[in-house]
């Protein structure tokens, strides 16, 4: 059981480029979530789904889509990088909302240059 | 504006104390509350929740204290452990407009000094 498995650990892309993180969980969570964290700042929702194919917006979404053909997937998309989204990346997933919790993966560091 | 805040960017508590952690919030509409344990370069670990018709829940060492009217909450462990040194995040959930994540707080970095 491996939980949420977020791919690359690390990354460095130059203004422009496109890229997609990846996340993947296999406890069979309806609820994923993506979140970006910055220094001396909490967690801040990007991109929610509710289920496979219902997407939709977080605290701050631009710059950055989703798509949730799957259960198991939820990969997050940089469409052009710019450096504002230097960031850790953190996906998220849960069996609903309110008490139960969400499971984190470990994060990805991206480095916009 | 930040709706849910956590005041103390960080505490220091010795070991075998109590180490409380308070956070505010602004919006009534939340119906859940949670907080979060983190590692430097690991993903937050959900520790305890308390739902907005409760106002204590308690799990083992963890007690969340929930206050309504003054829109507060807290976080007790007790007894502080070594092991407890992290940053503690707040966040809650609900609050209208459809989003079904959570909000967080900056978090509070908690040191357990032996």
């Known amino acids: 059981n491996a939980g949420v498995t977020q791919t690359p650990k690390f990354q460095v892309l130059k203004t422009g480029q496109s890229m997609t993180l990846q996340c993947a969980q296999d406890?069979?969570?309806?609820?994923m979530s993506w979140y970006r964290q910055d220094p001396g700042m909490g967690l801040r929702l990007i991109h929610y789904s509710v289920g496979a194919g219902i997407t939709d917006q977080g605290e701050v979404p631009n710059g950055y889509n989703v798509s949730r053909s799957t259960t198991e997937d939820f990969p997050l998309r940089l469409l052009s990088a710019a450096p504002s989204q230097t960031s850790v990346y953190f996906c998220?997933?849960?069996?609903?909302?309110?008490?139960?919790?969400?499971?984190f993966g470990s994060g990805t560091r991206l480095t916009v240059v | 504006d930040q709706q849910v805040k956590q005041n103390s960017p960080s505490l220091s508590v010795q070991e075998g104390r109590i180490s409380i952690l308070n956070c505010d919030y602004t919006?009534?509409?939340?119906?859940?509350f949670l907080w979060y344990k983190k590692y430097p370069a690991e993903g937050p670990t959900f520790l305890i929740s308390?739902?907005?018709?409760?106002d204590k829940n308690e799990d083992g060492r963890f007690t969340v204290f929930l206050n309504k009217s003054a829109k507060h909450l807290s976080l007790h462990i007790v007894p502080s452990q070594p092991g407890d040194s992290a940053v503690y995040f707040c966040?809650?959930?609900?609050?209208?407009?459809?989003?079904?994540?959570?909000?967080f707080g900056k978090g509070t970095h908690l040191i357990i000094q032996p």
């Open positions: 966040a809650a959930s609900g609050g209208g407009g459809g989003a079904d994540g959570l909000t």
């Open positions: 308390i739902s907005s018709i409760k």
């Open positions: 919006n009534s509409m939340f119906d859940y």
């Open positions: 406890m069979n969570h309806e609820y």
């Open positions: 998220a997933s849960s069996y609903g909302r309110g008490l139960y919790g969400y499971t």
